[in-house]
């Protein structure tokens, strides 16, 4: 029997912040270390997902390529066979098993997806709504049906991806389970996300704030770049971020992200950068008065965390993973095309049997 397949994706539209780093990149390669002898994993650029929202055009080709770089600085396994890491839009089943998708997808179902709500802007007033409904793009609209796409192609179970995907995992399901009770057995039904969360264990829920607002996600989409810390940013940048972040007026270090936001944020930085337990950090700083200091600690453990990695990333062997694309994208043209057969077959395109 084939192995069951973890997969997740991640986007390459600006280069990835320490969020990303921690939240998404490191679980995802812990996991494929760990877990490639009883799973296929497929790690993949979702390049296609990249302009659903405007972006530069120019810089696309080669923030794709380095994020793949990132995967392998980070230690992602490029030896191991069942490990695959391709970019989606080199296997075309992508795009073609997404038409036939959204053919069986309401378009209610999509307008309610809180992240198109969110990026559109859709809960504006009606006069505003119709001028900028015309710039919001189909893409950014019915994306979910791509990423579903992605997943039901390799009939993937395991999908690690944070809250604010969930309802796109969520869709996946509905979409797998119509189209399997109208046509027969199509697709393998990922679990439900209250059991990836299970599997994936304690990682999936965490979160590291913006450092001017830490009331919101750090987010490699941010506008200003002022709170966020990206994987390419000098240690002297980092730290002048870091320096400035906003904490509160208590004036005493505690581990309260409800009434002490910024604080709390700076302790689990500094418990990820320095591979410590949270816990044994909030120990080490609870009472403690200045926050200046506290920011030194973390920008110092930053700095080391950056220069580390930079110089991972420097001696990424581009032809070894160059090598590894290719080889991950042929062997996935071959499963994604063989899924969608099946359903062009199901639906009435191609002849059964064939
Ligand atoms: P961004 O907001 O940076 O554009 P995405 O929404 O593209 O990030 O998410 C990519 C992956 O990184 C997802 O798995 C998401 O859960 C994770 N991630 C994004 N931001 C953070 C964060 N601040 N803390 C932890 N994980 C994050
Ligand atoms: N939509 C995801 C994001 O914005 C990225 C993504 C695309 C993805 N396809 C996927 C994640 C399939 C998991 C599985 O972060």
Redesign the pocket.
Known sequence: MSKQVI?????ANNDLTIGNYFG?IMPTIDMAATRADEFQVNL?V?DL?SFTTPIDHTKLHDQIWHNIRVFAAAGLPLDKPDIHIYR?SYIPAHSEMTWILDCFTGMGEMARMT?FKDKSGAATSDDEQSSSQDRVSVGLFN??V??AA??LLYG?TY????D??SQ??EFTRDIAERLNAKFGELFTVPKPVQEQHAFFGKDQGLRIKDLQDPTKKMSKSDDTGNGVIFLGDTPETAAKKIMSATTDSVGKVAYDPDKQPGVANLLQILALFSHRDLQEVIGEWEGKTMYGDLKKAVADACSQFLTTFQAKLASVDDNLLQAKLEASEAAMREQAGRTLLTVQQAVGLRPKGQ
């Not at 997969?7 to 986007?11: A, D, E, N, P």
């Not at 999908?159 to 944070?162: H, Q, R």
């Open positions: 997969l997740t994706g991640i986007r998404a993949f979702p997902h989606q992240q994306y979910p791509l990423m992605d997943i993937a999908v690690p991806v944070g604010d995907q796109h995992l």
